[in-house]
């Protein structure tokens, strides 16, 4: 028994559900987000409740059923406080800036780096070396922080570059010199 798929889904005062077909919307303060679930999932809506079943205990089904019921959760969570995920920005010289709609990083290339805020992603810059990806789909935040990250990952070496918060990197020793 999937004890996560099983465990029904409270929907807060001011979210509205609505199920069509395979299609879930979940309106909130924050926004709305639409996605289909698989077909072989049957999620219902009872007062404030939804509840996802599943139609026999094949392996393919078990893993659906407490992914679905994440998703969903994900999105009444998204809809009503939002996502966010933390990076740092560590090197000399490096820093963050924000422009308008684009983040402008400079990390130690010829150039600055641009990247431009995706639909649904907001940047925060604190400072020069924190930035705060926020949003409302828990996927899209991970995605364009895991983007940002790509442009100067971490190093082992000096532990420059572009890494999560709440991540450590583990250091290396440098080269043995010669005596």
Known sequence: MSRIGN?????????????EGQTIT??????????EFHKNMKVSVNGSEIKVERPDDEPFNR?????TRTLINNMIKGTTDGFERK????????????????????????HPVEMAQPEGIEFVVNGQ???????????????TA???RT????????????????????RKEGKAGKK
């Open 146 to 148: 895991a983007v940002v």
């Open 7 to 19: 465990s029904p889904i409270t929907v807060p005062a001011g979210v509205d559900v609505k199920i």
């Open 87 to 110: 990076l740092e920005v560590n090197g000399v010289g490096y820093r963050a800036q924000k422009r308008g709609n684009s983040l402008v990083l400079t990390l130690g290339y010829s």
């Open 129 to 143: 070396n924190e930035i705060i990806v926020k949003g409302i789909d828990k996927e899209l935040v991970g995605q």
């Open 63 to 67: 893993s659906l059923h407490g992914l």
């Open 26 to 35: 979940v309106k909130g303060p924050k926004g709305t987000l639409v996605k």
């Open 151 to 170: 442009k100067r990952p971490p190093e082992v070496y000096g532990g420059k570059g572009i890494k999560y918060a709440e991540e450590t990197i583990r």
